[in-house]
């Protein structure tokens, strides 16, 4: 998005406020189903908690996605936004039997990545479809804090207990409809990702009836001028080839399944925050922003790398800045980044900001969460309103004294 455009959304709608381009969206929901344009039946199914606004999910029930969801909410967020139960795929962690049950009793698609759940839920709904998460035990990712492949993870069945998994479907008699797996986040090596894929073939061939097998997602996008991301024309080429053997091996055309949530809307995110102070220190040039970690803890959560562009001064002298929050911790930003020249009350924007940055904000330092604004049809849209006051106490009881 243009710089002007930027500037006139944070005047219009004051800041710090969240930014979604709906063309670029678009562009790489395009770029992923041209990728796997070889295979028959392609499904992608968006990763709500990616980005969860309604607005933006029925953009991509507009576009003919499905959706990812891991809590009851997210399904119900999805109902809400107009998709039908059967493109909404429930792949939760660690939830209650009970939540799992109720999520079926709506109608979409389980997965489950647990062999008790996997019995109890089995032994009780034995038509039910399910679908197995499974744990190849691969990293695909390089970042342990965000890959969930490897062999210490708390998601999936881990693939030594296949013989277990084969007996409690025996057992029960149960539905096993599709066979699922994710690595993790910023996926790099596609012939790691095509290695745990092989993986998966081989536990797909132990079930006679699927209907899809899902490949999860982790594509890496790019955080920094020049920085690498996944190859993702080379993997729809090489998976593409292997899926449609794999098919023909099976017996029956199969759907190729992808849950894509950062490749899809992190580069459409921007976040834009207000230069409170400008404070020397002895060894340090700090830009203080009406913000903080509760706007936006990926870097400090995860060491995520946000490029940071000074909006209101784009072609001033760089100059050494650390970027840091109002909160009362420390919640730094960038570390020494060459930034065009601050000044106070100039407008900062942080790139790749669509995806896991507003869907973890909170209201840390009784702070209110930001707006967020859709940028569609060229049209600045408001889609959340900023917090109040009352926000803050909605749900608080309070005791007489």
């Known amino acids: 998005m243009e710089h002007n455009t930027l500037l006139k959304i944070a005047k219009d709608f004051g800041s710090p406020v969240y930014v979604y381009d709906a063309e670029k969206i678009k562009f790489q929901y395009k770029r992923l189903t041209s990728a796997f344009s070889k295979v028959k039946e392609l499904k992608l199914n968006y ?26 909410q997210e399904v119900q967020l999805g109902l809400k936004a107009g998709f039908k139960p ?118 797909a061939k132990k079930f006679k009836n699927l209907d899809f097998i899902d490949f999860g997602s982790g594509f890496k ?10 190859n993702i024309e080379e993997l729809g080429e090489k998976l593409s080839k292997r899926f449609n053997e794999f098919c023909k091996e099976y017996g029956k055309p199969l759907t190729l399944a992808f849950e894509p949530g950062k490749f899809l809307v ?7 925050a207000k230069v409170n102070v400008v404070k020397q220190t002895t060894s340090t040039v700090f830009a203080q922003i009406d913000s903080g970690f509760n706007h936006l803890i990926r870097p400090m959560l995860y060491g995520s790398q946000h490029e940071i562009i000074n909006i209101s001064n784009p072609k001033g002298r760089e100059r050494f800045y650390s970027v840091v929050g109002y909160i009362c911790e420390t919640d730094t930003f960038a570390n020494n980044r060459r930034i065009t020249e601050i000044n106070e009350d100039d ?19 009784s702070r209110y969460r930001p707006a967020e604004v859709f940028w569609y049809n060229k049209k600045a849209h408001l889609i959340r309103k900023r917090e109040t006051f009352h926000d803050i106490l909605n749900n608080q009881v309070e005791i007489n004294f």
């Open 86 to 203: 059967e493109q909404i795929i429930f792949t939760p962690n660690g939830v209650s039997l009970a939540e799992i049950e109720k999520a079926a009793k709506l109608g979409v698609q389980i997965n489950i990545d647990n062999l008790s759940v996997l019995e109890q839920f089995g032994t009780k709904h034995p038509k039910t479809p399910v679908c197995i998460r499974i744990n190849p035990h691969v990293m695909a990712g390089g970042n342990t804090n965000i890959s969930v492949g490897h062999i210490d993870s708390k998601f999936g069945i881990s693939i030594h207990q296949i013989p277990h998994l084969l007996r409690i479907v025996e057992n029960t008699n149960m539905n096993i409809n599709g066979i699922h797996m994710h690595t993790g986040s910023d996926i790099l090596d596609i012939d790691v990702f095509l290695y745990a894929s092989e993986i998966l073939f081989d536990t």
């Open 47 to 72: 990763a709500v908690k990616a980005l969860s606004n309604i607005s933006v999910l029925k953009l991509f029930n507009q576009l003919g996605s499905g959706l990812d969801t891991v809590s009851i």
């Open 266 to 272: 992190s580069e459409a995110g921007y976040f834009l």
């Open 221 to 230: 996008v790019p955080y920094n001028v020049g920085d690498i991301e996944t």
């Open 347 to 365: 407008i900062l924007a942080f790139k790749n900001a669509g995806a896991y940055c507003y869907s973890m904000a909170s209201n840390y330092n």
